[in-house]
């Protein structure tokens, strides 16, 4: 159980044009997405914070309007990199946390490696 | 601010050999710890996790960690590492306020024939 999915695993984009990342929880209700990127070689850095139905809430130096998240279901929230610069690229890796009181415990997608040419 | 330091960037262990990674915490509360590994090109998985009680906690793949309140130390162990074990490990903290995980930087283990 508890398994998340993202799609897709990997994605080249020109410099320029958006893309979209979805993460979805397979078999259960995340009531909580986080959203996190990492940099080669380097530790998970969280972006942001979606709940189901509301606004995300962004860590501080996270473009909101380049980086839109959308949590529009209880299984599905998507990340939009809008205009896409080579900068962009890194590995974005989602998680999700179920709506169980006390559950703290976050499942992580595998992860969508993003070039941007 | 709560934060997570891993002293080791990486670690090379002969297989079969014992092992230990270590992670100190700054965190005003009771501690949420939680040690993870991700292999290549890959996402987190979860190894063990610390919220109360017993302060050894088994985990999968036959890792362990010990919680000590008086070191600020979570320190993830195996008795016999095997080849499959080379990922690189984190160690994190739960922001039980604001639900938020904070993330160590990391110890990438090579392991040596």
């Known amino acids: 159980g508890a398994v998340v999915s993202q799609h897709p695993s990997w994605v080249i984009c020109k410099s320029g044009t958006s893309v979209k990342i979805e993460c979805r929880s397979l078999d259960f209700q995340a009531t909580t997405m986080f959203w996190y990127r990492q940099f080669p070689k380097q530790s998970l850095m969280l972006m942001a914070t979606?709940?189901?139905?509301?606004?995300?809430?962004?860590e501080q130096g996270v473009e909101k309007d380049k980086f839109l998240i959308n949590h529009a279901s209880l299984t599905l929230s998507t990340l939009t990199v809008t205009s896409a610069h080579p900068e962009d690229s890194s590995f974005y890796i989602c998680s999700a946390q179920s709506g169980t009181s006390g559950s703290y415990e976050q499942y992580f997608g595998p992860g969508t490696r993003l070039t941007v040419t | 601010a709560q934060s997570v330091t891993q002293p080791d960037i990486h670690i090379t262990v002969s297989e079969g050999a014992s092992l230990e990674l270590r992670c100190n915490y700054s965190y005003g509360a009771t501690p949420y710890l939680f040690w993870y590994v991700q292999s290549p090109g890959q996402g987190l998985q979860l190894l063990l996790k610390?919220?109360?009680?017993?302060?050894l906690v088994q985990g999968i793949k036959g890792f362990e960690a010990e919680f000590k309140r008086s070191q600020s130390s979570f320190n993830l162990r195996k008795p016999s590492v095997h080849w499959s074990d080379a990922a690189e490990y984190f160690c994190a903290v739960l922001n039980t306020g604001f639900q938020k995980l904070v993330f160590g930087t990391g110890t990438r283990l090579l392991v040596s024939p």
């Open positions: 610390y919220f109360s009680g017993d302060t």
């Open positions: 979606s709940n189901e139905g509301s606004k995300a809430t962004y």
